[in-house]
């Protein structure tokens, strides 16, 4: 495995991982501008224009666009986060110059045909419904929400009814010109590919990008509050926030080993507290999401209505006590979690390729994963426990629960 | 890549596939029983079994099995389906003996501790709340119900909570004697391993596997039938079933093409009339499922409330224009569909650890990709028509529904 850049005179960033052993490739196109980029009135738009793409361009139709790629049995996709935006292929060795073209296209030359704007937007609406369905995605809206109030960060991906139905082609085309950049754009791929040819093919390809720097992005701020929504479920479901920290941040490393601790796996104290001691869950967890500026720390757990005023004291007396000391070995097992984990990461081709985009995007480079290895093996008890003790201390928690009336007391 | 097997003497078999590039390894432990090997009042029963035997061994308590496999940043997990049920972990290269030791203990020695049982039917419960809160999970498992009414093959995997509670630990113990028979286990590994040190490590550790056959799986019948299901949801989830068919019919990879045709990707009809041309739906595909004896063709949609009257008609227009004839190229897209899937699918570790494993149990031996491949090239458009023209000629349907009280005008 071998990681080459390359960064073109117009500003886009290339960078790939040639694997000997593989028979296909995965190509992925990443643009520095998500959901948190948007007005209020514009929220919605990131994701509604990744949709956009693959309704044509002045020279192929939606279906074209389907049926070229599928035809030689590759897939394309897309999706949005916060941050970014990823438009991605994976296709047979020999199919990468069409899966580059494909990408070019949709990105430089898209049309926004009104009627297909209309129709779409009936598809994203669906997709709204979908969302609001599944209560373990609708209660982390809830939770960024609440936990980024009032501000970009806090909004959802998929935007309000009102504003997908509002956009317009001319919006589209503007907000395309001004984020889909070169100094934006990270073209990244791993697998049977050959890098100067890969350059080649970007350089041939991507010609109509326009010049521009990354976007800038407001800094957001924790704010913290509540969220209880009532529906029929079975399941209470449950989710607490605290204020996280950035990826650059010195806790960065020290919030993913106590995150492992305290909700990483099967053996850490939320998985054997609530689950194995108590059976008061099936899913519990906790997890670490970090941007440019800031972060949460988070949990989530799912319990019958019975359950739910237990759960909470049990979940704040596991991190109480996890800041009071680590168990022998605790750390090192965390840690050979992390390492581990960064290793089987590097294996599969499509989270490798993801990750190198990412990286590119946000550092400017590719992080070696040794690098990152001795930055987990660095992490001291001593961080972890004041880590921990600064968490349970905040003054501002989020909190946001959907289900039946014992949600209210089940808050934090 | 290269694939080696042994048949052990006590009936166990080994497969394995060496993986140069790689640093780690996915170990799977296959067992040949699943929910539909279950009695009524025993519904269930493999999906507890699977979770009490993580509950301790004679010499590991249910802490010590998490705690060893993570402190060197393993993995460790199972599943239950309706047709068998696998554990598997995967580990840093030099901890397969650990992961074999592991798995091992917990197949053949774990205790099965009534206190311990009472606390996971307590887990068990929250995991089927959890299904019911997810729509699109639960109306499946209710198309299964209708489709094979009163038979094993339609109950769900998790059971009725009454039977949950009713479980003993004799019953678990019981169960597993009759069924985790040498004859009925399958070991298969991809990764950082060397073949014959595998088969050692098996035969060290897998010393105590009572001896016996495969299990005896009675034949199921597809019968058809209706299940809606109110519930106060922004979306309407419609499954729809036929009579499928087996692994080895002869209809097996004309199946796959069929599905891939009208419901498979981007391409096929069913997204681009559903969801490209009508905007009528999010998700929309469909799906080909298939056991030793029978199978089931499948579709699902959601869609709002006021389109649940329309989808049904487009659905059923599509299938019928299918069966009059193929668009041109129509057929080599789909091929080139499967058969750059099967090449992507060789690629991950875990995945490719699972089809080694399921392929042995089901066929006794590994299909080559490339067999596999040219079967797909086999089928001509003929199979295909004829195939779509029985289908829809059916007299006998499954359709299943979640959602507001517009799910009676979607029944088919």
């Known amino acids: 495995m071998r990681v080459r850049i390359t960064k073109l005179s117009n500003g886009i960033r290339v960078v790939s991982e040639k694997r000997k052993t593989v028979q296909t490739v995965s190509l992925g196109v990443w643009v520095g501008v998500g959901s948190r980029d948007e007005t209020e009135s514009l929220n919605g738009i990131t994701h509604c224009l990744e949709h956009m793409l693959f309704k044509g361009t002045e020279k192929r139709s939606a279906t074209d666009i389907a049926y ?21 292929a994976r296709v047979l060795k020999d199919d990468l110059p069409l899966a580059m073209d494909i990408l070019s296209d949709i990105l430089q030359y898209s049309r926004f045909d ?30 960024q929400a609440t936990a980024f109030k009032g501000q970009p960060l806090g909004r959802s991906i998929l935007g309000t009814e009102e504003n997908v139905e509002a956009f317009t082609s001319a919006d589209l085309h503007q907000y395309l010109q001004n984020n889909y950049t070169s100094g934006n754009i990270v073209i990244s791929a791993v697998g049977a590919l050959d890098h100067n040819e890969m350059v080649r093919l970007v350089q ?16 957001a701020k924790f704010t913290g509050g ?41 053996s850490s104290r939320l998985f054997q507290e609530v689950r194995e001691k108590r ?32 759960l909470t004291p049990v979940i704040r007396g596991e991190m109480e006590a996890l800041a009071t000391g680590l168990r022998a070995g605790e750390i090192d097992m965390a840690k050979a979690q992390l390492k581990a984990g960064l290793m089987m990461a590097l294996e599969a081709t499509t989270s490798r390729m993801e990750q190198l985009g990412r990286q ?48 209210k007391d089940a808050a934090l």
């Open 114 to 143: 009104e009627k297909e704007l209309e129709r779409e937007k009936d598809v994203i609406l669906q997709e709204i419904g979908q969302t609001n369905d599944t209560p373990d995605d609708i209660v982390f809206d809830n939770l």
């Open 360 to 407: 590119l995007l946000i550092f400017d480079r590719i992080i070696p994963v040794e690098e990152m290895q001795e930055k987990v093996e660095a992490v001291g008890e001593e961080d972890v426990l004041q880590l921990a003790s600064s968490i349970i201390e905040q003054k501002k928690t989020a909190f946001a629960a959907i289900g039946g009336k014992e949600i």
């Open 226 to 266: 509540r969220h209880l929504k009532r529906r029929k479920l079975d399941q209470i479901h449950l989710t607490y926030g605290w204020n996280g920290c950035s990826f650059d941040d010195d806790s960065y490393y020290p919030m993913q080993v106590y995150s492992t601790i305290l909700g990483g796996g099967m």
């Open 204 to 219: 041939e390809y991507f010609t109509s990008i326009p010049t521009g720097k990354p976007v800038q992005t407001d800094r």
């Open 68 to 88: 070229e790629i599928e035809a030689v049995g590759g897939h394309l996709n897309a999706y949005t986060t916060r941050d970014n935006t990823l438009y991605y």
């Open 279 to 310: 059976g008061l869950a099936y899913s519990v967890y906790s997890f670490a999401s970090s941007h440019f500026d800031t972060g949460m720390f988070g949990i989530y757990a799912g319990t019958g209505p019975e359950s739910a005023e237990k």
